[in-house]
């Protein structure tokens, strides 16, 4: 019983402040929501890309999933990206990485699809059955990537 707590209720630790829950919950929902707006929901004016878009792009980038190789399963790509880069769940990777690959959501598509990336109408099939590889276009864009010519920030997990 020594961990029961004694200090009455107008005994306050130092650092600690009373706030309203109300008033505390609206301006933290506010805050997170902005943030997850402006980090993630919104391209970046820059490139177009989101954040999982670039990641889809350095990791098949970085792994050689090039033009002047072989297409490789999604599923491969997709794992590659959650594992290191995004760990936000498969599904999302795998979305953004079949639109990137379609011609009527992007003008110029990003990645070389191989399989069902789906139609207007209909999604595409289960990424087991999908292949891709960065498209000469995504490569042009990672000109120079390697010379420092973009700064990198760390990852979920400091690497």
Request: include cysteine; proline fraction near 5%; charge should be negative.
């Amino acid at each position: 019983m020594s961990n029961i707590d004694t200090t009455t209720p107008g005994e306050q630790n130092e650092g600690v402040e009373d706030v309203e829950i109300q008033q505390e919950m609206e301006q933290s929902f506010l805050d997170y929501a902005m943030s997850v707006i402006v980090a993630r929901a919104l391209p970046d004016a820059r490139d177009g890309l989101k954040p999982v878009h670039r990641r889809i792009l350095w990791g098949m980038y970085d792994t050689n999933v090039r033009p002047d190789r072989s297409h490789v399963k999604c599923a491969t790509v997709v794992g590659e990206v959650m594992g290191h880069y995004h760990p936000h769940g498969d599904s999302a990777i795998y979305e953004a990485l079949v639109r990137m690959g379609q011609t009527w959501s992007l003008r110029y598509p990003l990645i070389d699809p191989h399989g069902n990336f789906g139609s207007p109408n209909d999604g595409a099939a289960a990424m087991r059955y999908t292949e891709s590889r960065l498209s000469e276009l995504a490569m042009k864009m990672m000109e120079g990537i390697d010379e420092e010519t973009v700064d990198f920030l760390d990852n979920f997990d400091g690497s």
